[in-house]
């Protein structure tokens, strides 16, 4: 049986992975938030990670208000950056194998090809720069490591830009959205589940890995799609990312290439669209409850 510590288990992913503990009756799940474990506190974890002997951590935990870490750069650095640092550590001291979550942010969006594990990070935000910290805390620290990279994250849960849309779609008569920046979302629900089939599989490969869905669309084609699926009345028009300015500088080309997930772990990765399908029927479900 493998012993599974998951950290920032209240935010989208780590509530997408506890979603599917039942799946997972050979696994024994430990799922903390701050109040719990502070991954910021280097004591506590190594606390933590003593008495309870866990085989793999995933950490969920982070700092992602992208606009706000441009302005509080400290506390993004701490969460994102140092506290991988200790997370590191502490893997390393009591032999458990890490697995951290990173961002298509770590990379500048100039490319025109999907980036791949082995491209140079070039971060151009503060969120971006303070995940690239992480990254290399655990890279210099540990053999017994996975970093999955991922890009533009929703779930059935937290905030997200498909309860954004969907929310204002409702109160507004038409939305103004950026067309000029391309990438892939990615489901929660898919993502918590190649983790769980990575350690299914007793993670044999380590190291970075790139996972989104599959496609690669703007923000316009998101929103316009989750208003259509949606069923909400509202009119969705294309706009340049220079008429929304926000104050993190966004990659224009953000597209992850997932080729090395797929052969290492055999996985068939979900179109898009197909995903923000069973997202929404959720939603509208929890809505009717
Ligand atoms: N969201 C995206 O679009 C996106 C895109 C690419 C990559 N990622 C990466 O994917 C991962 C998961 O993202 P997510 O959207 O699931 O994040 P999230 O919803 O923001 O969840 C993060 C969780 O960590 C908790 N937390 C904050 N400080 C903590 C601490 N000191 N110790 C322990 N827990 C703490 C948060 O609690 P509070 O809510 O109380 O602060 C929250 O429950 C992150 O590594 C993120 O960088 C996300």
């Known amino acids: 049986m493998s012993k599974i510590l998951v950290t920032g288990s209240n935010g989208q992913l780590g509530r997408s ?98 980036y791949t594990e082995t491209d140079v990070p070039n971060p151009i935000s503060a969120y971006g720069r303070s995940k690239l910290v992480g990254e290399n805390h655990i890279q210099q620290l540990s053999d017994d490591f996975i970093i999955i990279r991922t890009a533009w994250l929703y779930s059935d849960y937290g905030h997200n830009f498909v309860h954004t849309i969907r929310k204002y779609g409702r109160e ?43 496609g690669v669309i703007s923000w316009y084609e998101f929103a316009n799609e989750i208003i259509q699926l949606s069923g909400i009345n509202c009119e969705v028009n294309a706009i340049p990312g220079m008429e929304y300015p926000t104050a993190a500088t966004r990659p224009a080309y953000s597209v992850l290439d997932t080729t090395k997930i797929k052969k290492d772990y055999e996985l068939e990765i979900p179109f898009w669209r197909n995903s923000l399908i069973k997202c929404i029927e959720n939603l509208k479900k929890e809505s009717i409850s």
């Open 17 to 114: 992975i506890k979603s599917f503990e039942a799946l997972y009756p050979d696994c024994d799940f430990i799922f903390t938030d701050i109040d719990e474990l502070n991954i910021c506190n280097p004591d506590q974890i190594d606390q933590f990670l003593q008495d309870k002997r866990f085989d793999y951590l995933i950490n969920c935990a982070a700092y992602t208000a992208v606009d706000q870490a441009e302005t509080d750069y400290k506390n993004a650095l701490m969460l994102n950056g140092t506290a991988c640092l200790h997370l590191a550590e502490a893997c390393k001291k009591h032999i458990v194998s890490l697995l951290h979550i990173s961002t298509d942010f770590v990379f500048d969006g100039t490319k025109n090809q999907p």
């Open 172 to 214: 507004k008569g038409s939305l103004q959205v950026v067309h000029d920046q391309l990438g892939s979302p990615t489901y929660a629900s898919d993502l918590a589940l190649v983790i769980l089939e990575m350690i299914n599989q007793d993670c044999p490969h380590k190291g970075f890995y790139h996972y989104t869905n599959e």
